[in-house]
């Protein structure tokens, strides 16, 4: 649940600060060195042409499942239901990778295709 909300922030901010005329490559060392620095920045960063080897870099193939994080929130969420827990950030993000994952387009790939999705917004 924590890597889905992490992803979907960094995703949101890397592809705002792109739009707003920032080079990929320069936003992501700024922001992996600032207290924005989180592993969906700094080590599997969701935008194509900042990192090799990482899903982004082949067009989101391989790595970890959209359709994994949308089952492994569904779990999350019966373990808050079942411990009375909020997790308000975590419906949210459920609700995000459940609408991603309707789309044929999106749902086999990795679950950085959150920033694709947005970035073609």
């Given at each position: 649940m924590m890597l889905a909300i992490s992803m979907i922030g960094a995703a949101e901010t890397?592809?705002?600060?792109?739009k707003m005329g920032m080079e990929r490559k320069l936003l992501s060392e700024i922001l992996g060195k600032s207290t924005a620095r989180c592993w969906s920045i700094d080590t599997y960063n969701p935008v194509p042409g900042v990192m090799e080897g990482v899903p982004a870099s082949r067009d989101y193939e391989g790595g970890f499942?959209?359709?994994?994080?949308?089952?492994?929130?569904?779990?999350?969420?019966?373990?808050?239901?079942?411990?009375d827990s909020p997790i308000v950030l975590g419906e949210m993000a459920k609700q995000i990778y459940d609408e991603l994952c309707k789309d044929d387009k999106f749902a086999p790939k990795d679950f950085g295709v959150i920033f694709k999705k947005l970035s073609e917004q």
């Open positions: 890397l592809n705002m600060g792109i499942g959209s359709t994994l994080m949308l089952k492994d929130l569904g779990l999350a969420e019966l373990m808050a239901n079942g411990s």
